[in-house]
């Protein structure tokens, strides 16, 4: 009973880690060669030969810091890889690159100021690598010896016994270190790392030696080699760290805890200003060295006219990071104002800009793609299944049938099967509608939905 | 012998003489932080003895090599202090001498460098600007 109890919560964890594979987890990097030429199909990246060099030649000149403060724009009709092409970007950048992705209708808020949140979109695209030093003590605890006033009352005193496997020595410990040692529960035969500047104790886990101390043993338990060398060791971290984190963290009324609750409110300028300059002095004594990264405005027609004259000035700062804007509008109204221009983006900004286009993917790209996303989601999938899916993208599109996917084998997991085969493909066919089918429907029961009567010519204007 | 032969020949030597080195530096980290830990203790039980006692009266036996001292508790204490700072003083300068060597002799043995930022690191204070 209790198995199967057990069973059943690792098969919900599991659908739940299926959920988490995002919709271009599969992309790996732009999928070029040497010469910069796009290989037909290469880390998760299909077809859009032509988008994928293009963006292959902006990330060469990101990365030999020469489009500081430029910005790119891919254009396509929806569902042509303009995302995948920009996550592409962002993973050839390495991996502590920041990369942020907002959605344009992300900067309308009521806490905040457009032009702050997208600042601050800004420098959460900058990173700043820094060095950490720190003194720690590391070995395996060989005795613990607490000695407990006789009275019950004042100052506990005690000895901790360290070894590694070229020295040993006993610490005398204070009452504070004593409280730390008992809350971590540390005992003979662990191997315990204490940082001399804080007191803060880490249980690595057990020594192999001791291993044969007890029968029963949670699973949890660790057994680690008795560390070599000196006791007293030199740890360097490099940590990468935003700009914007900078900021939250020094704006005073926020505090560290506003990185987490999210809702970190306006930064003083001068707050910025100052951590600028700071950031400016540590670059020159090699203190840290800037990373700058991407920021991604997807559907960044949904930014009005002043969110693009704030875009145009602050991509003129030497601290900009690479903007990469994608749009699927042609021409149509600039948002806060009556005019039109291609993309909805005014024409002294779309100057700036380096425009990448997108076509619609081929029936033999689409099959690539749809056995990558298979792959990455875990499905097996037979190749009439496959076939099927891609006649169903081909008629529909590419975002329906890759959804089909999972679940499709959903209802081949529930026969059973191990293979996804075309029945199911059918079944979630007829389960789930497609955005054509759906309409069709409406258009024929229209009278038995409520509120119906929106005249024919009233939905032509909206 | 060949101008080849020579050449590997002083070459693996250089080679061997810096491997030597590196070895060495680290075994006396190691032996350098045995001796800082035992001063630890020493100097540990030494201030709890001149705690316990009246001032000026506490005496204590001091090792110098082969030969047995009675000091005056505080002087000893001051010694110790003293070998302590220099003790991690040289620590510091094998570490910091340390990486420069082994870059080198990876550059020597035609392995590629190990990977690092080269950057100089913070202080604490700096440390908790950025959070850390």
Same mark, same amino acid.
């Given at each position: 009973?209790?198995?199967?109890?057990?069973?059943?919560?690792?098969?919900?964890?599991?659908?739940?880690?299926?959920?988490?594979?995002?919709?271009?987890?599969?992309?790996?990097?732009?999928?070029?060669?040497?010469?910069?030429?796009?290989?037909?199909?290469?880390?998760?990246?299909?077809?859009?030969?032509?988008?994928?060099?293009?963006?292959?030649?902006?990330?060469?000149?990101?990365?030999?810091?020469?489009?500081?403060?430029?910005?790119?724009?891919?254009?396509?009709?929806?569902?042509?890889?303009?995302?995948?092409?920009?996550?592409?970007?962002?993973?050839?950048?390495?991996?502590?690159?920041?990369?942020?992705?907002?959605?344009?209708?992300?900067?309308?808020?009521?806490?905040?100021?457009?032009?702050?949140?997208?600042?601050?979109?800004?420098?959460?695209?900058?990173?700043?690598?820094?060095?950490?030093?720190?003194?720690?003590?590391?070995?395996?605890?060989?005795?613990?010896?607490?000695?407990?006033?006789?009275?019950?009352?004042?100052?506990?005193?005690?000895?901790?016994?360290?070894?590694?496997?070229?020295?040993?020595?006993?610490?005398?410990?204070?009452?504070?270190?004593?409280?730390?040692?008992?809350?971590?529960?540390?005992?003979?035969?662990?191997?315990?790392?204490?940082?001399?500047?804080?007191?803060?104790?880490?249980?690595?886990?057990?020594?192999?030696?001791?291993?044969?101390?007890?029968?029963?043993?949670?699973?949890?338990?660790?057994?680690?080699?008795?560390?070599?060398?000196?006791?007293?060791?030199?740890?360097?971290?490099?940590?990468?760290?935003?700009?914007?984190?900078?900021?939250?963290?020094?704006?005073?009324?926020?505090?560290?805890?506003?990185?987490?609750?999210?809702?970190?409110?306006?930064?003083?300028?001068?707050?910025?200003?100052?951590?600028?300059?700071?950031?400016?002095?540590?670059?020159?004594?090699?203190?840290?060295?800037?990373?700058?990264?991407?920021?991604?405005?997807?559907?960044?027609?949904?930014?009005?006219?002043?969110?693009?004259?704030?875009?145009?000035?602050?991509?003129?700062?030497?601290?900009?990071?690479?903007?990469?804007?994608?749009?699927?509008?042609?021409?149509?109204?600039?948002?806060?104002?009556?005019?039109?221009?291609?993309?909805?983006?005014?024409?002294?900004?779309?100057?700036?800009?380096?425009?990448?286009?997108?076509?619609?993917?081929?029936?033999?790209?689409?099959?690539?793609?749809?056995?990558?996303?298979?792959?990455?989601?875990?499905?097996?999938?037979?190749?009439?299944?496959?076939?099927?899916?891609?006649?169903?993208?081909?008629?529909?599109?590419?975002?329906?049938?890759?959804?089909?996917?999972?679940?499709?084998?959903?209802?081949?997991?529930?026969?059973?099967?191990?293979?996804?085969?075309?029945?199911?493909?059918?079944?979630?066919?007829?389960?789930?509608?497609?955005?054509?089918?759906?309409?069709?429907?409406?258009?024929?029961?229209?009278?038995?939905?409520?509120?119906?009567?929106?005249?024919?010519?009233?939905?032509?204007?909206? | 012998?060949?101008?080849?032969?020579?050449?590997?020949?002083?070459?693996?030597?250089?080679?061997?003489?810096?491997?030597?080195?590196?070895?060495?530096?680290?075994?006396?980290?190691?032996?350098?932080?045995?001796?800082?830990?035992?001063?630890?203790?020493?100097?540990?039980?030494?201030?709890?003895?001149?705690?316990?006692? *009246? %001032?000026?009266?506490? &005496?204590?036996?001091?090792?110098? @090599?082969?030969?047995?001292? $009675?000091?005056?508790?505080? /002087? +000893?204490?001051?010694?110790?202090?003293?070998?302590?700072?220099?003790?991690?003083?040289?620590?510091?300068?094998?570490?910091?001498?340390? *990486? %420069?060597?082994?870059? &080198?002799?990876?550059?020597?043995? @035609?392995?590629?460098?190990? $990977?690092?930022?080269?950057? /100089? +690191?913070?202080?604490?204070?700096?440390?908790?600007?950025?959070?850390?």
């Amino acid at each position: 009973m209790a198995a199967s109890t057990a069973q059943k919560v690792a098969e919900v964890r599991e659908v739940t880690r299926m959920e988490r594979i995002g919709a271009h987890s599969h992309i790996r990097g732009l999928g070029l060669d040497d010469a910069l030429d796009a290989r037909k199909v290469s880390q998760g990246m299909v077809g859009q030969v032509e988008a994928r060099r293009a963006a292959g030649v902006i990330l060469e000149m990101i990365k030999e810091g020469k489009i500081a403060g430029r910005a790119v724009l891919i254009a396509g009709q929806p569902g042509t890889g303009k995302t995948a092409i920009a996550m592409g970007m962002a993973q050839s950048l390495g991996q502590d690159t920041p990369f942020t992705a907002i959605a344009g209708s992300e900067i309308f808020s009521l806490e905040m100021s457009k032009t702050e949140a997208l600042t601050q979109a800004f420098r959460r695209s900058i990173g700043i690598r820094i060095k950490e030093e720190t003194e720690i003590i590391e070995g395996e605890v060989v005795e613990i010896q607490i000695d407990r006033p006789a009275t019950g009352q004042g100052a506990k005193v005690g000895k901790l016994t360290l070894k590694t496997t070229e020295m040993e020595t006993i610490y005398d410990l204070g009452t504070k270190m004593i409280e730390s040692l008992t809350k971590e529960k540390v005992q003979a035969g662990d191997i315990v790392t204490i940082d001399k500047a804080t007191g803060k104790i880490t249980k690595l886990g057990r020594s192999f030696t001791r291993a044969r101390d007890y029968d029963a043993m949670g699973p949890q338990t660790k057994f680690v080699q008795c560390p070599e060398g000196e006791l007293q060791k030199r740890k360097e971290v490099v940590h990468t760290v935003t700009l914007h984190e900078i900021d939250v963290i020094n704006s005073r009324t926020q505090g560290f805890l506003a990185l987490f609750s999210g809702d970190t409110g306006e930064i003083k300028g001068e707050v910025r200003e100052q951590i600028n300059a700071k950031v400016a002095e540590w670059r020159e004594e090699g203190k840290a060295d800037i990373v700058p990264g991407v920021l991604f405005i997807d559907e960044v027609h949904m930014l009005d006219i002043e969110c693009f004259s704030f875009l145009n000035r602050a991509l003129e700062n030497d601290m900009a990071p690479v903007v990469i804007m994608a749009t699927n509008r042609g021409i149509t109204r600039i948002r806060g104002t009556r005019y039109k221009s291609p993309h909805g983006i005014p024409i002294d900004l779309l100057d700036r800009l380096l425009i990448i286009s997108t076509s619609p993917y081929s029936e033999k790209e689409l099959k690539q793609i749809l056995t990558i996303r298979c792959e990455e989601e875990d499905v097996e999938m037979s190749e009439d299944a496959i076939t099927v899916l891609t006649r169903i993208g081909m008629e529909t599109s590419l975002r329906y049938s890759i959804q089909l996917i999972t679940a499709a084998n959903l209802v081949c997991r529930k026969r059973k099967g191990t293979e996804v085969d075309m029945d199911d493909i059918k079944r979630v066919y007829s389960l789930f509608l497609d955005e054509s089918r759906s309409t069709q429907f409406l258009k024929e029961y229209q009278q038995e939905f409520m509120f119906n009567e929106v005249t024919e010519d009233e939905m032509e204007t909206t | 012998m060949s101008r080849d032969t020579q050449f590997i020949l002083r070459h693996l030597g250089e080679l061997e003489q810096l491997a030597e080195e590196v070895l060495a530096d680290k075994e006396q980290i190691v032996d350098l932080d045995r001796t800082r830990n035992g001063n630890r203790e020493g100097l540990r039980s030494l201030i709890r003895q001149n705690r316990q006692s *009246k %001032p000026g009266q506490s &005496k204590s036996w001091v090792c110098f @090599g082969d030969m047995f001292i $009675k000091l005056p508790g505080p /002087t +000893a204490q001051a010694m110790i202090e003293q070998d302590q700072e220099k003790l991690t003083e040289e620590i510091d300068r094998l570490h910091k001498e340390l *990486k %420069p060597k082994v870059a &080198k002799l990876r550059d020597m043995e @035609g392995q590629k460098e190990a $990977k690092g930022f080269d950057l /100089t +690191a913070l202080s604490s204070d700096e440390m908790k600007a950025v959070g850390r």
